[in-house]
């Protein structure tokens, strides 16, 4: 599942601004349009950074005047759109997500192929998935009903993120969908963290996942094998000191940095931040 790693490190599209010389003039330009514009701009008509020029300036735009008129173009038929539009009011400060926001979000866990954007620093500045999953991570007790429809989705990716979204908020509602999709992500794939997105989320959907998980107890798959038996372990004695956990370094190899990655909220190298402690786990210790 090799598109699942693309949502951690982003296609390589560097955004080319306007020549330095004109930046101002271009600036005041933009700065110039309508709010309906800017949103007609979100749209993907093939004219170069059209949409990313727009989704700066929105994005930057100050008032609440820019809010009604994002949650119409989260109805709009064109995909791109859309998903811009949910990004920009993700972004949007006390903002309180409604359902179709967060139905748009869902969506875009899909494998769009919506382009990530880079600054001239190389930032990313809008990735569909990364950013909606955090964002529904973040809100746990919203989506239940959209996520668990996309555990039946056509499309792998989200079904992986759904399910990981919703074990890993403790959401076990539909359990046995969940762990079909999830357990064969424990076992050796090549795909990086996927395996430890997995075994995090298992861990924190509770007992219910037990008897999914004891089938696979000495699968032939060693990586599996021994996620399993962690997960187990972890959901009958969790860890309950520093020292205990480091002692789980010893029955797995799942991570270079993490010794229980199913027990600790997932995270991992430059993506540490992507969740912070506590809001879908107690912080460690």
């Given at each position: 599942m090799k598109r699942i790693l693309q949502i951690l490190t982003a296609f390589s599209l560097f955004l080319s601004c306007a020549p330095s010389s004109h930046a101002s003039d271009f600036q005041d330009k933009m700065a110039r349009k309508s709010l309906a514009e800017l949103i007609v701009d979100l749209h993907d008509d093939d004219i170069r950074f059209n949409a990313i020029h727009a989704w700066q300036e929105l994005i930057f735009r100050r008032g609440p005047e820019k809010t009604a008129p994002l949650e119409k173009a989260l109805d709009s038929k064109d995909w791109q759109q859309r998903q811009i539009a949910a990004d920009i009011l993700r972004h949007i400060d006390g903002y309180q997500p409604t359902d179709r926001l967060i139905e748009a979000t869902v969506e875009g866990l899909r494998d769009d192929k919506l382009p990530g954007w880079f600054s001239g620093e190389g930032q990313i500045l809008l990735y569909n998935a990364t950013e909606g999953m955090r964002y529904l991570l973040l809100h746990p007790t919203l989506g239940a009903k959209p996520l668990e429809k996309a555990l039946n989705s056509d499309e792998k990716q989200q079904r992986f993120l759904a399910a990981f979204v919703l074990g890993a908020t403790g959401r076990s509602a539909q359990i046995e969908k969940m762990a079909q999709i999830l357990i064969p992500h424990l076992k050796h794939d090549d795909t990086r963290l996927n395996a430890c997105m997995a075994a995090?989320?298992?861990?924190?959907?509770?007992?219910?996942?037990?008897?999914?998980?004891?089938?696979?107890?000495?699968?032939?798959?060693?990586?599996?094998?021994a996620a399993v038996r962690l997960i187990l372990m972890d959901l009958k004695s969790p860890p309950k000191t520093k020292a205990e956990l480091l002692a789980r370094r010893?029955?797995?190899?799942?991570?270079?940095?993490?010794?229980?990655?199913?027990?600790?909220?997932?995270?991992?190298?430059?993506?540490?931040?992507?969740?912070?402690?506590?809001?879908?786990?107690k912080p460690l210790f």
């Open positions: 995090h989320a298992l861990y924190k959907s509770g007992e219910a996942v037990i008897p999914f998980l004891s089938a696979y107890r000495d699968s032939p798959d060693e990586q599996q094998r010893k029955f797995h190899d799942l991570s270079p940095t993490k010794p229980d990655p199913a027990f600790q909220l997932w995270s991992e190298d430059r993506f540490s931040n992507m969740v912070p402690a506590g809001i879908v786990g």
